[in-house]
C-alpha cells in the first residue's frame, strides 16, 4: 500500500509560481511512475504531467508545456510539479498518483494509477 500526500498548494497572484510536492511512503517508490492530476470546480479530473520510474523521464500536457515542469528525486521519494506563469485557468484541486509501469512510460489516464493523494488547492488570482 502506497500512501502519497500532495503539499505545496495554495493562493497565488496571476503570473506567480508555486511548487508543488509529491511524497510517497509505504511501498517501493522505484516501482512506481507519479502522475499529476487537476479538477477545477465542475470539470472533469484532468492529467497535468508525471514522471516515469526512471528520474530523466517526465512529461507535460502541451496546455502547460513551458509553464510546468515534472522533477523526480527518488532519494526523497519524492515527486515535484513546478508551475510558473499561472493562470486562473490553473485553479484547481492537483493530484498526484501513483501507478505501476515500465521504466519510460507514464500513464495518461486515470485507469493507470492505483494510488491517489488527498489534494492541495491551487488558487490562482487575476
Known amino acids: 500500500q502506497v500512501q502519497l500526500i500532495e503539499s505545496g498548494g495554495g493562493l497565488v497572484q496571476a503570473g506567480g509560481s508555486l511548487r508543488l510536492s509529491c511524497v510517497a511512503s509505504?511501498?517501493?517508490?522505484?516501482?512506481?511512475?507519479i502522475g499529476w492530476f487537476r479538477q477545477a470546480p465542475g470539470k472533469e479530473r484532468d492529467f497535468v504531467g508525471g514522471a516515469s520510474r526512471r528520474v530523466d523521464t517526465t512529461d507535460v500536457e502541451d496546455s502547460v508545456k513551458g509553464r510546468f515542469t515534472i522533477s523526480r528525486d527518488n532519494a526523497k521519494n519524492t515527486v515535484y510539479l513546478q508551475m510558473n506563469g499561472l493562470t486562473s485557468e490553473d485553479t484547481a484541486v492537483y493530484y498526484c498518483a501513483a501507478g505501476r509501469a515500465g521504466p519510460w512510460y507514464i500513464p495518461r489516464h486515470d485507469y493507470g494509477y492505483e494510488y491517489w493523494g488527498q489534494g492541495t488547492q491551487v488558487t490562482v488570482s487575476s
Open positions: 509505504g511501498g517501493n517508490f522505484f516501482n512506481y511512475a
